[in-house]
């Protein structure tokens, strides 16, 4: 009888170590998840437009992104209150590897924020699109041209209608 009490508190000590060990491999993994998702996490992914008939790049609520001719070679020219009041960067917390599509990277912007890049150029949403699907920003021309961002090689913009430009005369 007494052999039976041993095996059995043996049973139960092995079961709260096993339970233990377990608890805490949870805890560890929870605990890094947070650092891991952060360091790739999709922002961006691409869709079909309809109305452009072309594949482009998209927030991961569908919204379209674009980028300014002009900013190259980290040169920032949307950095004015103005020009930030139509676009909004596409920013990530810092350490962020965005994924979703070939050739991001990040940039730091003059703030100290980190934008998302797409083939060296910073994005971008224009807040007058609505909904998914809108590209009412793509040919918008001041101190350069917006264009959605696509994942060819090749971005064309289309004529802007009359009356329909920049918001002019802000600093970059």
Aim: proline share 7%; aromatic share 6%.
């Amino acid at each position: 009888m007494r052999r039976v009490g041993t095996i059995r508190t043996g049973l139960l000590v092995g079961a709260a170590l096993a339970v233990g060990l377990l608890a805490a491999f949870c805890a560890a993994r929870s605990t890094a998840a947070p650092a891991a998702s952060q360091a790739n996490q999709i922002v961006v992914r691409t869709a079909k437009n309809v109305m452009l008939g072309k594949t482009i790049l998209v927030t991961r609520k569908g919204m379209t992104l674009y980028s300014l001719s002009a900013e190259t070679r980290g040169r920032f020219i949307c950095t004015t209150r103005l020009c930030l009041s139509l676009w909004t960067p596409l920013v990530v917390q810092r350490g962020t590897i965005p994924t979703g599509a070939h050739l991001l990277g990040t940039i730091k912007r003059p703030d100290g924020r980190t934008q998302v890049t797409y083939r060296g150029k910073p994005l971008y949403t224009f807040n007058e699109d609505r909904k998914p699907g809108d590209v009412k920003g793509n040919g918008f021309k001041d101190v350069g041209t917006w264009l959605v961002a696509t994942p060819s090689p090749t971005r064309t913009a289309p004529p802007s209608p009359p009356g329909y430009g920049g918001y002019g005369g802000y600093e970059g």
